[in-house]
């Protein structure tokens, strides 16, 4: 219990919600129980008085005269005997006492209203205690002698004091343990809410412990109750995303580094080298063309970065521009793109070969620069006198593009990083790129732009086929920034 609490403590708010409810259920359960004791103690009386009269009727059918009542006072007096809180007063019809026990003399307003010979009391017939009053009382005709026209009035009345006094020792205990019980239901809360919450804590601690360092962390879901097992699971999975995109991002820092390396100790070297001595035009000449090829391959690089960059963006909430949709005839694309690499293919002695037609709606400069990728990639890895094949084809739901081209093929641990920034084969295929290994990411870019993707089948020294899956239906706007 050594926490602070406050009222964003989520274990003073269910302590304080646990508190309330035991209260209000404690205090309705006594409220009731209280009401059930009052009724019963009324029922009680009320039975009580009723019986006195029948009983005192019986009595009086014994007797046949006012005369005999007054004669033998004692044979109604021991009938309220040990009954204290009891009073009686018999009457005759023009309302004289004839007998009074306990000096009782009922008021006027009880006589005005008994109940009649023939009558059977009831509690509605019962005069209810008033402040100067405090006693249940009713009255009643008794036949003398069995003779309806022959009657005494006969005037009960039941002190409630005793009552009240018990009612009123209830009500204490009632209160008091009322309050034992809110302390102690408040106390309880308090601790079963703290022990309830003991995994959320624990999950807590060990998400402070989690940082830019050490991502592996994870939350027990095992060990977290059913309740916080979706949390559990979202968290990890977020931790799990975060970890990849820092070790992605740390592996293209340590790209970028390497790449932007080469060609700038190049032109540091060639830079230092000309200025090393006197040179003539031509020499200097040549050093500015060999720089030349280096910044237009900075060039390259830094423009598929930003690419990348604005693709990225485009797929977050920070986009900028919608992409610029139509309907495209992609055998008409496929075939502009064939003849503008056909040149640099007749150079290899590499024939491009497209087959089949789709219609999708995209945007025409990305596809474009999409399948022009793929190609350019099939020509650079094709051997001499071989084909570039380009064939559409379509299912029910996306129309795809597969580009194939024979050669030594992917090895199958570089199949899935194949479209990675920066990831290059360390193998014969690599050493003869001269791009900026970016040209397969912008291709995966392209493809998520548009709601599809781009997945690869190679086999060694045969077939590598990449295929483009467009989706038929254009998905939601997606944004990019051109």
Same mark, same amino acid.
């Given at each position: 219990m050594g926490r602070v609490l406050n009222f964003n403590s989520i274990t003073l708010r269910l302590s304080v919600m646990f508190a309330m409810s035991a209260i209000i259920l404690l205090a309705g359960t006594g409220i009731f129980l209280y009401r059930f004791l009052e009724h019963e103690l009324m029922r009680r009386d009320h039975e009580e008085l009723i019986g006195k009269v029948d009983l005192y009727r019986h009595l009086l059918s014994a007797v046949d005269s006012e005369e005999q009542v007054v004669d033998t006072p004692n044979m109604f007096r021991d009938v309220i005997i040990g009954h204290p809180h009891l009073s009686l007063a018999l009457l005759d019809r023009r309302g004289n006492i004839l007998l009074s026990a306990t000096d009782w003399k009922p008021p006027k307003e009880l006589l005005e209203n008994p109940v009649e010979v023939d009558a059977e009391p009831s509690r509605a017939t019962m005069s209810m205690p008033t402040p100067d009053q405090p006693y249940h009382a009713i009255a009643a005709w008794g036949a003398l002698g069995g003779n309806h026209t022959n009657k005494v009035l006969i005037a009960l009345a039941l002190n409630i004091d005793e009552a009240q006094s018990l009612l009123m020792r209830y009500r204490q205990t009632l209160l008091i343990t009322l309050l034992f019980s809110v302390i102690t239901a408040a106390s309880l809360a308090l601790i079963i809410a703290r022990r309830g919450l003991r995994p959320l804590h624990a999950m807590a601690e060990? @998400?402070?412990?989690?940082? @830019?360092?050490?991502?592996?962390?994870?939350?027990? #879901?095992?060990? @977290?109750?059913?309740?916080?097992?979706?949390?559990? #699971?979202?968290?990890?999975?977020?931790?799990?995303?975060?970890h990849n995109s820092f070790a992605r991002l740390s592996d293209f820092s340590s790209d970028l580094a390497h790449e932007l390396r080469t060609p700038i100790n190049n032109l540091m070297g060639q830079t230092q080298v000309a200025l090393s001595r006197q040179r003539n035009a031509e020499e200097y000449r040549a050093v500015l063309e060999s720089n030349l090829e280096e910044y237009e391959r900075l060039a390259r690089m830094i423009r598929d970065m930003l690419f990348l960059a604005q693709a990225d963006n485009a797929q977050s909430d920070n986009a900028q521009e919608p992409m610029h949709r139509e309907l495209l005839n992609l055998r008409a694309e496929l075939d502009k793109i064939a003849e503008f690499y056909q040149m640099a293919a007749d150079e290899r002695g590499v024939s491009i070969i497209t087959n089949g037609s789709g219609a999708i709606i995209a945007d025409r400069i990305l596809v474009q620069r999409a399948i022009g990728n793929l190609i350019s990639n099939a020509l650079q890895h094709s051997p001499p006198n071989s084909e570039v094949h380009a064939i559409f084809s379509s299912t029910d739901e996306t129309v795809e593009l597969r580009v194939s081209n024979h050669g030594q093929g992917i090895p199958d641990k570089h199949l899935e990083k194949i479209f990675d920034r920066f990831y290059r084969i360390t193998n014969s295929r690599s050493r003869t790129d001269t791009g900026s290994g970016l040209g397969l990411a912008i291709v995966k870019s392209i493809m998520e732009l548009h709601g599809g993707r781009v997945s690869v089948e190679s086999q060694a020294n045969q077939l590598t086929i990449f295929t483009l899956h467009f989706p038929k239906t254009a998905p939601s706007v997606t944004t990019y920034t051109a």
């Open positions: 060990t @998400a402070s412990e989690i940082s @830019a360092s050490h991502l592996q962390k994870r939350l027990s #879901v095992a060990d @977290a109750p059913a309740e916080l097992k979706e949390l559990a #699971v979202a968290f990890n999975s977020m931790l799990a995303r975060l």
